[in-house]
């Protein structure tokens, strides 16, 4: 996952909402116990929903950027528009690499993200039809002194019962001994809808040290950038395939043509902090590359535009 990503998925982990600027805003909500079906009941569970619209209460994810990263809400806002272009759009949905996807106006969480907020999974219980012993133990009661009476009609009252004594006999009845139904072994495993096992995932999501790496090495490349121009005195934009710190790896990437446009087109320039930068198009022209970004987006989401 992606620095954007992995902010999203622990705000969610924490139960916590995180505004996304030109998507909308998710949170996480507690849905309480229902039932299925007139027998069967559903566990109570967390799930994730999503508005269209930003929630004042809660946290804009560009400044988180800004925070973790330690740049501008400018540099933050840019980093986020590259994640954002790169992730969807309205007409077709977002996809949020290990969190889920936004759809039609509803989101659907990953199997990682599931796991976290519902680590006991989906559970159903059974509810068994209500035994009424009234309807039952009433007519037989009912029916044992009716026969009683018309034993006693038929054959007279006992001698021993004439003077008025009850012969009472003791009888011993010996103790039930009382056994220990074993407990179910405790598993650290949750069960699929597929039979298969996987393990519960740590909900510990602090990896605000990736986070703040990755954002600091695009913040220093933000505020090192210069305004250099060309000889016609226009600024020039690459379309970046990669920055790479050794000229063998880069060599290696063009070698493999990853776009499948010809190793040719790939042409090496130097970077900041003595790297190397693949670009495979550049012009004056920012729309034009553009344009080429989004021809070669399908084979490849990960190009970025890089200006002198």
């Known amino acids: 996952m992606k620095p954007i990503e992995r902010i ?22 507690r849905v309480a116990a229902r039932f299925v079906t ?14 269209n619209k930003e929630n004042e209460c809660f946290e804009t994810i560009t400044d988180i950027v800004a925070e973790i990263g330690g740049m501008g809400k400018a540099d933050a806002a840019e980093y986020y528009n590259q994640w954002l272009e790169n992730s969807g759009n309205a007409r077709d949905g977002w996809d949020i690499e290990g969190v889920g996807r936004i759809r039609n106006g509803f989101f659907s969480p990953s199997q990682e993200l599931e796991h976290t907020l519902n680590p006991s999974g989906r559970q159903t219980l059974f509810i068994r039809k209500r035994f009424r012993a009234g309807r039952v133990f009433v007519p037989i009661f009912f029916l044992c002194i009716c026969a009683a009476a018309a034993w006693l009609l038929l054959n007279g009252v006992p001698e021993k019962w004439k003077c008025g004594k009850i012969v009472r006999q003791e009888i011993s009845v010996a103790p039930i001994p009382s056994v220990a139904a074993p407990l179910p072994a405790d598993s650290t495993a949750i069960e699929t809808e597929s039979g298969d096992t996987v393990s519960p995932i740590d909900r510990s999501v602090s990896a605000e040290a990736v986070i703040q790496k990755e954002l600091e090495e695009f913040a220093a490349t933000m505020n090192s950038q210069t305004s250099s121009v060309d000889a016609g005195g226009a600024t020039v934009y690459y379309l970046s395939a990669g920055v790479f710190s050794t000229v063998a790896n880069a060599d290696k990437m063009i070698a493999s043509d990853p776009l499948r446009i010809g190793s040719d087109r790939y042409v090496k320039y130097p970077f900041k902090g003595g790297k190397i930068l693949v670009s495979v198009f550049s012009s004056t022209d920012r729309n034009a590359v553009v344009a080429r970004k989004r021809e070669l987006t399908p084979v490849d989401p990960d190009l970025w535009i890089y200006s002198e």
Not at 10 to 20: D, F, S, V, Y
Not at 38 to 51: A, I, Q, W, Y
Request: glycine share 12%; aromatic share 6%.
């Open 8 to 29: 999203i998925f622990g705000k969610l982990a924490l139960h916590e909402g995180i505004n996304l600027p030109g998507i909308g805003s998710l949170r996480v909500e």
């Open 38 to 51: 007139t027998r069967r009941l559903e566990s109570p569970r967390n799930k994730v929903s999503f508005s």
